[in-house]
C-alpha cells in the first residue's frame, strides 16, 4: 500500500468527502487516483461539472463517502465552485509536506514546520518515534508549538 493509499484510508475514518486537488503533478496523481481502490468510497472526477457533482454527492447520495479528483491546482476561494464542500470536509494534498502532515494526523497550520524540517520527517526512525507521541485523541496533539 502506497503513503497516498494509506493516508486516504486514514482519513475515510473520520470522512464522509474527500477533495483532491492534483496541481502541477496533474498527470502523475491521475494515474494515482485511476488505480486507487477504496472500499465503501466511491470515487468521482471533477471537470467542470461541479454542480452535477456537489447535487449528487449532497443530495443524491447523502450516506456515501466520496473522493472528488480534481485535476487541477485549488482555485482561490472566490472562484472556487466547490469552497463549501472544501470546508466542510477535507481537501487532501499530496505534496511531501502534507503526506506528513496527514500521517501524524496534524492539522495543515503544522505544514510550514514540517516543510522546513523535512529533513527530520523522512527519517523513518523518527517520525516513528514521533507518532507514538502524539495520540490522535488526545487534545495536547493539537496544542504542540514547536
Not at 471533477?46 to 454527492?57: L, S
Request: proline share 5%; glycine share 4%.
Amino acid at each position: 500500500m502506497n503513503k497516498i493509499e494509506h493516508s486516504l484510508k486514514k482519513i475515510f475514518e473520520n470522512q464522509r468527502i474527500v477533495l483532491w486537488y492534483a496541481g502541477e503533478e496533474e498527470a502523475e496523481m491521475q494515474g494515482y487516483y485511476q488505480e486507487l481502490e477504496l472500499d465503501g468510497v466511491s470515487k468521482a472526477k471533477v471537470e467542470n461539472d461541479e454542480f452535477a457533482v456537489k447535487y449528487r454527492v449532497l443530495k443524491q447520495e447523502p450516506q456515501e463517502k466520496f473522493l472528488l479528483f480534481i485535476p487541477s491546482p485549488q482555485p482561490p476561494d472566490r472562484e472556487n465552485w466547490l469552497l463549501d464542500l472544501c470546508l466542510a470536509n477535507h481537501v487532501f494534498s499530496t505534496d511531501e509536506s502534507a503526506i506528513y502532515l496527514q500521517e501524524l494526523g496534524l492539522d495543515v497550520e503544522f505544514k510550514p514546520l514540517i516543510s522546513e524540517h523535512l529533513g527530520f520527517f523522512k527519517n523513518k526512525e523518527r517520525l516513528a518515534a514521533l507518532k507514538r507521541l502524539l495520540k490522535p485523541d488526545e487534545d495536547f496533539a493539537r496544542e504542540i508549538r514547536f
